[in-house]
DNA sequence: CTGAAAGCGCTTACAG
DNA sequence: CTGAAAGCGCTTACAG
């Protein structure tokens, strides 16, 4: 950390006091424009530039937010975070930036971590079964923001995705598209939104179309090689298994490289439908079908929410549900 | 901002000084170990944390790094920065992230607000002409890291792949597995980096097989559609090319499927060879042939570069060249 | 082993 | 329009 000019070095220069030299910096008003010019070129000329610390120490606003995130290499998550970060950059803010690991020791670590840096708020990839955690960040002052679950606190918000619906659509779209004998690949993650991408698949089969047979569910690691072993574990129980809704993309890439493996044609034999539409869904061969959430439009509420909070941290957020659409592909 | 209990608070429930308190907290010994233990209750008690903005004023140490990169849905990315993320907290500092899109004026944006927040030192993917301008942070005193690139210069180190053996190895595959007439998709960003892998990869032909033809080169956007564009661009030139480096994975994906689309297979017809070996190129179909970077490694030699700058301010470390690997896959 | 004083670089509240 | 004083929450340098 290396040392720069400060408000004493610029008043020095320009022959005025510190406190006039903060007016100026901050735009106050309250000052004449010659001093305002002066003022400005000895800025100029020293490279000054307000010491946040120092700022932040008195304001009680550290000009700072906090990501937390489960994994950054999670494919779904660089999109946020880079359209977080820009947002959170308009409005003149930096990001601390760091991991969960889907760990509730780790996300505690990491909040004691952004509580000692003052940071204004949190935008928080929940780890599982840390809501009460977080509400004793939100209690104590912190203005939170719960991304991907749906959670009612005082000064805490939540943002998310309608996955529920999505899943009815993926599995109506199996059935629309002629499909009888359906498997879903869940998440052995076992939270509140793991469980409702389950409950939209089977809300789908409640009025069944004729023939359709009651759909199958296992669930597995939420990876690329979970997907494969939950495709396996489907057609153990059903050889003639036709369709296949996985609780993410990289399961259902999984899924599609072992039928293909197993000697499946996707999607003749077999038609897939993922969730999530990450970047690579559209690469594929065949490309995946897929739910697609708009990422940004989550992002931007994401801080928008955020920065209503710190701005008037008692108000009572409702849970904002995002819309999210079938993008139809090759593999259906 | 919420404000928690202070040094003072913990001072008065116990009946000493702050600067007891102070010295318990750091554990810089000179008190007795009654006194140690009824601060440390009264710190449980209160939840103290230190406030690290007061801390960082003195010390000139915020605990902080700033992590900035061109982009964070580059499929390079996130695993580096999930590396330095880890890597850091591990030395119990935070991470400042932003990224500066490839361009000068933002990345200069980015580094006054890091300036501002009194990091110890940054990590940066440099924004194409931008080594002046991190070479003045570097003057002022700000230890930097520069990824991905080889720079010398006072107070900043470099770690970097040695991707231009990287182009030699994937050529020479090429040239190995009987291919003839190749052609090289490059990068239109003309920086010392991205004419480095042409520099190697013409290496190659230096001393040719038999019947190997001159290579031909396309520059176009480091982009799935760029490289879609590029094969087309090489076609034109060249219609019975059978072999392709592409500059990154996601070049040489744009031009798998570009080839398929217009009849040629792959491996059968044309070879293609990409670099990096992002997560996704070994789930394509076929599998991608590429440069694997060791990403692990990376991470943990720019976390530990930095940390030795930020103890030895005055060093003129070394730049780091980290060796690469091929990969064969379907895709030669 | 413990504490009073000064000060990091700013802003707030006040006086002129 | 301008400035002197106090203080944010800590650590440093010193005294006892």
Redesign the pocket.
């Known amino acids: 950390m290396p040392?720069g000019a400060?408000?004493?070095d610029v008043a020095d220069r320009v022959g005025?006091?510190?406190?006039?030299v903060?007016?100026v910096?901050?735009d106050e008003g309250?000052?004449?424009e010659v001093?305002r010019v002066r003022v400005l070129e000895a800025v100029e000329d020293l490279g000054y530039q307000?010491?946040m610390l120092?700022?932040g120490?008195?304001?009680h606003r550290s000009g700072t937010v906090g990501l937390v995130g489960v994994d950054m290499t999670d494919p779904f998550f660089p999109a946020m975070a880079e359209g977080i970060q820009n947002a959170a950059r308009e409005t003149g803010r930096t990001i601390f930036f760091a991991s969960n690991d889907g760990d509730s020791q780790r996300q505690a670590e990491v909040f004691r971590s952004l509580w000692s840096h003052a940071v204004d708020g949190v935008i928080v990839f929940p780890a599982p079964g840390t809501i009460d955690q977080l509400a004793g960040y939100a209690r104590r002052g912190m203005p939170l923001v719960v991304v991907d679950d749906i959670v009612e606190f005082p000064n805490l918000a939540s943002v998310s995705f309608d996955l529920e619906d999505g899943a009815v659509q993926a599995a109506q779209h199996l059935l629309a598209t002629g499909r009888r004998r359906i498997g879903m690949i869940g998440s052995e993650i076992t939270v509140p939104r793991t469980r409702r991408r389950e409950r939209g698949f089977y809300q789908a089969f409640e009025s069944p179309p004729v023939g359709a047979e009651l759909p199958e569910l296992v669930r597995v690691q939420p990876t690329v090689s979970g997907g494969a072993a939950g495709l396996q574990k489907l057609l153990e129980r059903r050889p003639d298994l036709d369709g296949i809704f996985a609780y993410n993309d990289l399961m259902a890439v999984g899924a599609m490289r072992a039928a293909q493996a197993s000697g499946y044609r996707v999607p003749d034999d077999i038609a897939i439908v993922g969730c999530n539409d990450i970047e690579m869904s559209a690469l594929l061969n065949p490309g995946l079908t897929t739910i697609r959430l708009d990422r940004p439009r989550l992002s931007a509420e994401a801080i928008r929410v955020l920065h209503e909070l710190i701005e008037e941290p008692t108000s009572n957020p409702t849970p904002l549900v995002l819309p999210v659409e079938l993008v139809i592909r090759e593999s259906t």
């Open positions: 040392r400060t408000l004493r005025v006091s510190p406190r006039t903060s007016r910096v901050n309250g000052f004449s001093t307000p010491n120092a700022r120490l008195i304001t």
